[in-house]
């Protein structure tokens, strides 16, 4: 296991404030990611080392025209509204935490994406942020369309997101530290450090949703599904900008 991974999981996977179904549940779906976390590390330094290799900058534009793609208004107003619209009211005093930090995340998200406009500005890569309306790489990516399905599809349970949480976000942070330990250059490496611990912080959300909310077979199904689908051999891993290939 790449010491990167090791320092993740000592510092935020296994401290936790709780004990019970939640957290064996929790580890259970840890022992089924670790592979692939690890395998994000090791790919995220390679992918760090070819670009620093390639002897241009074009890495930098490449990395923030991917990342521009996937984060943003267009990732936040899909997901996190599809989200918050999966608690109905009745349920409201039972996930109310849940509601927050997604309404949250809409912001992290529209954030993320303008970091990513922010290199290609500041880089010289583009004149105005609209000039990426005229590129087709910085408006299209490969994400699993789960949870950006329309929000007038109810087929998401309030717990589910959790999944996506835990087994995602984590990669973003783990893609980050992994680039940071390879890449140098002081605007890729401002625009990681400005984001990840927000990636952090939604890794943590998943976290916690399972530990405390996650404590019947049947409040634990619908997230264990949602590691079903995310762990598949075909699943893209994060974006570019993240540490991913795509
Ligand atoms: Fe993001």
Redo the contacts with the bound molecule.
Sequence with gaps: MHPILRGFLDKWVYPTGFIGPGVDFRLRQTERCLPLWDKLVLQAIKAAGTDLASGSDEYKAARARG?YA???PF??LKQMSTQILSVEISEQPKYIDLQRMRAR?IW??V???QLHADVMLRGGFIKREEDLMDDPRANTQPKLSYFGMTAMFPHIHPLARAGQHYYN?SM?CLGIAATLSVIKDDLIRHQLHS?SA??LM?FMEGKYQIDAYALTPADQKPIEEVFDFLLRPWAPEPSRA?GGSA
């Design positions: 990342g996937a984060e943003g990732m936040s995340q992290d998200e954030k993320h994406g976000e973003a984001q927000e990636e939604h993240l």
